[in-house]
């Protein structure tokens, strides 16, 4: 049985003040829920960070509980159409496991359940009648939570409708919920990835004691059937602010042929300001990990920026400026060794 509160949770372990502390009716909105599967990893100082509730989180109220301001840029109810080309389409506001880092707390937890058959037929026509779009992003919440038949009946209209706009199948039950992949589900996934644009597995794995065997092999049955894996990672204080920590995690995500995608600046939500890391930091680490990460196994650093800003890259400043040399202009670059160097312009 998932765990939902505190007493329930000091029952398998033992909890530390700042834990039992946490106050479920505060300002921090997104509830306490822990999937079984994550239960045995829960003796790692990382991945408990990630899933048990703490004081800290009642402290920190500032920010606010929806930064992207996506709630303005609804296409439809479920529909988020904040860029051009790609669109997310909130399946359910169910997750396996809670994540105190999420940055969808006004949602995860409190939407009013899966997304009707209205609902989706209304977004798959948004999508069809709106070219630009190419990708829609099936996010939630975790869409995995949802029974078969309704993932099937949303691939369905999905592919019906608009057959030519690539799906992301975006999921962190690979960690929370691995047992989810059952043979019948894959066989539905399997029939509708096959009819028209291809798709994409989005998973969050944010350390790597996180792949575990059981959610590698379930990685391993979208990859094995043609849907190519990427991760997004979130940049999480006492979790995976270290540069070997990243590291390894990249090397065993490609290891279980994953690409790291994203690594995510913590989005500044109510409730999440202990697990930040400082932006300068994350540069430092991004200029770090990149000296030894090939460019397969290298994710972009990459922060959300608020007020509804949209994404950006962040990366440290190889271009340093631009100089006259014998009357020529030329620009100043820094090696990834610290050295200086001259392109001609
Ligand atoms: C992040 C995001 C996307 C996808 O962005 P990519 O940079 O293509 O991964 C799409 N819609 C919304 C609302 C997003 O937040
Ligand atoms: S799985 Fe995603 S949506 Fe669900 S709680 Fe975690 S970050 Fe939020």
Known sequence: MPITDMRKLEAVVSLDDDERAWD?????????????????????????????????????????LDPQQEAEHHGTKRLIHRYGSRAAFCTTDSCFAYCRHCFRRRFAGHLAGPASREEILAAAEYAASHKGIKEILLTGGDLFTLSDSRIEEMLSIFRSICPGVILRLCTRAVLTCPERFTNNLMDIIRRYASMGAPFFLMTQFNHPEELTERSCRAVARFVDIGIPAFNQSVLLKGVNDDEETLIALSDKLLMNRI?????????????TDHLRVDIERGLEIERNIRASLSGLAMPQYTADLPDGGGKVILTHQYLKGRTMHDGRPRYIFETPDGEERYYPE
């Open 24 to 64: 479920p009716d505060g300002p921090s909105t997104l509830p306490m829920l822990i999937s079984d599967s994550l239960i045995p990893l829960l003796s790692n100082p990382a991945i408990r960070h990630q899933f048990v509730p703490t004081a800290s989180e009642n402290r920190d109220c500032i920010g606010s």
């Open 259 to 271: 690409k790291p995608y994203y690594l995510f600046q913590d989005d500044p939500v109510r409730g």
